[in-house]
């Protein structure tokens, strides 16, 4: 496997078609109760809670935006697309218990906050911590040792 160049304290791998980031910090992002989102993504879906079964996430992808141009994942040219598969998993409870997930938003912002690699929707931190205070998730949750592999994700490295 290759690592991907990083400035950052995470990075990505090439794991044949898809590319991988392991043991990294997560946080939350949107839902009914985010004091800073409105619930719109870039990908057009809309994360405002209202949908109880979206499992989305954000990543860092986007070179042309400079909260996340410093991103191992921020490719020139086209980015990983909206939609693509995301399998999430806690890195102590192995790959086999990933969660398939969808790309529905650029983020975490690497230039605040060098060390957030991933952004769950609530849906997401409920599935891995099913007692998580809905109301103050996306506000507050934080979470250490996920990992996840973007599927297809190595076609897009230019």
């Known amino acids: 496997m290759n690592a991907l160049?990083?400035?950052?304290?995470?990075?990505?791998?090439?794991?044949?078609?898809?590319l991988v980031v392991r043991d990294i910090l997560a946080t939350c992002f949107g839902g009914a109760h985010d004091a800073g989102d409105d619930?719109?993504?870039?990908?057009?879906?809309?994360?405002?809670?209202?949908?109880?079964?979206?499992?989305?996430?954000?990543?860092?992808?986007?070179?042309?935006?400079h909260a996340t141009a410093a991103s191992p994942l921020a490719f020139p040219g086209p980015h990983i697309p909206w939609g693509t598969t995301v399998m999430v998993?806690?890195?102590?409870?192995?790959e086999a218990s990933a969660l398939a997930c969808k790309l529905i938003d650029n983020g975490p912002n690497v230039h605040l906050?060098?060390?957030?690699?991933?952004?769950?929707?609530?849906?997401?931190?409920?599935?891995?911590?099913?007692?998580?205070n809905?109301?103050?998730?996306?506000?507050?949750?934080?979470?250490?040792?996920?990992?996840?592999?973007?599927?297809?994700?190595?076609?897009?490295?230019?």
């Open 89 to 94: 998993w806690r890195e102590a409870d192995g």
């Open 5 to 18: 160049p990083s400035k950052l304290p995470w990075t990505a791998v090439i794991d044949g078609n898809d």
């Open 134 to 158: 809905m109301r103050t998730v996306a506000n507050c949750w934080s979470g250490t040792g996920f990992s996840y592999r973007i599927i297809g994700g190595a076609k897009w490295i230019s």
């Open 39 to 65: 619930g719109r993504t870039e990908s057009g879906i809309m994360n405002d809670g209202r949908d109880p079964n979206l499992m989305g996430v954000a990543l860092p992808i986007r070179s042309v935006e």
């Open 113 to 132: 906050f060098p060390a957030h690699a991933l952004d769950l929707n609530p849906n997401v931190v409920r599935h891995f911590e099913p007692n998580v």
